[in-house]
């Protein structure tokens, strides 16, 4: 017979999803309005142990914080996930439209990404022409040295921390992988050829921020039948100039 939800609450620390579920209830409450400890327990059915290990917990991680009054109140954790959300707002709309308009002009679907620590996240995708494309769907996250996004996100690090990006390739491939960022990082736009089968080429450029910071990336992504060595030279200063577009209304200004 499955226990009772008070025996459960009784039996010590709940664990796993039921954890999980009860300190979001608990998180929700608090940010809906200032509650003390006694009240959150009251209104979510726990004890008032419960409620403290799970109130601490979020506590510790910034996600609430209690005011000299014993009321608990949203954390600057919240506060910081808000200011993310809104930044990602804002690059979106300033990316949007010119990603659109980069996909129509070359025919080749064009990606936006943000970094998220040692990797690349992808925020956005406008679709090319193509009959085989690319579909990096959004929120896949990959290592930053593995696409073209994630070397332009990192094109203002130097070389230690390329060298700890391509750490795990054989030492020719990562001679070249450094080479290849050097004069990425002096033309402001990252060319990539992808190994075979699937032989994915990609122009990648960085958008920064009014203080210069690297904020994001742009690329174009296709098969090489698309986007052959060729037709890479030709469209890389395209690239380049649609992330610089979208710098500008980010605020950056080249010095």
Do not use: C
């Not at 200032?34 to 799970?54: D, N, P, Q």
């Amino acid at each position: 017979m499955a226990d009772s939800d008070e025996q459960r609450r009784g039996s010590g620390r709940p664990t796993g999803v039921q954890t999980l579920e009860r300190g979001l209830d608990l998180l929700e409450r608090v940010v809906d309005r200032r509650r003390r400890l006694g009240e959150l327990a009251a209104e979510s059915g726990l004890t008032k142990s419960t409620a403290w290990r799970l109130t601490n917990a979020l506590i510790e991680r910034g996600y609430l914080a209690m005011s000299p009054t014993g009321e608990m109140r949203g954390g600057p954790k919240l506060l910081q996930l808000r200011a993310r959300m809104d930044d990602a707002g804002e690059m979106l709309a300033a990316a949007t439209p010119v990603l659109e308009a980069l996909a129509e002009q070359t025919g080749i679907s064009a990606f936006l990404g943000r970094r998220d620590h040692d990797h690349s996240v992808h925020l956005y995708r406008s679709d090319g022409g193509e009959r085989v494309a690319v579909t990096t769907p959004v929120g896949t996250r990959r290592p930053l040295g593995e696409t073209s996004l994630g070397k332009a996100l990192m094109l203002d690090d130097g070389e230690a921390a390329w060298g700890k990006a391509f750490a795990a390739a054989p030492a020719a491939t990562q001679a070249e992988a450094m080479a290849a960022m050097h004069k990425a990082a002096a033309a402001g736009v990252v060319l990539n050829q992808g190994p075979p089968p699937d032989r994915v080429h990609a122009i990648a450029a960085p958008v920064r921020d009014a203080s210069g910071t690297i904020v994001a990336a742009i690329s174009i992504a296709g098969a090489a039948q698309y986007l052959d060595t060729g037709r890479m030279a030709k469209l890389a200063p395209v690239v380049r100039t649609a992330g610089e577009t979208i710098s500008r209304q980010l605020g950056y200004r080249k010095g």
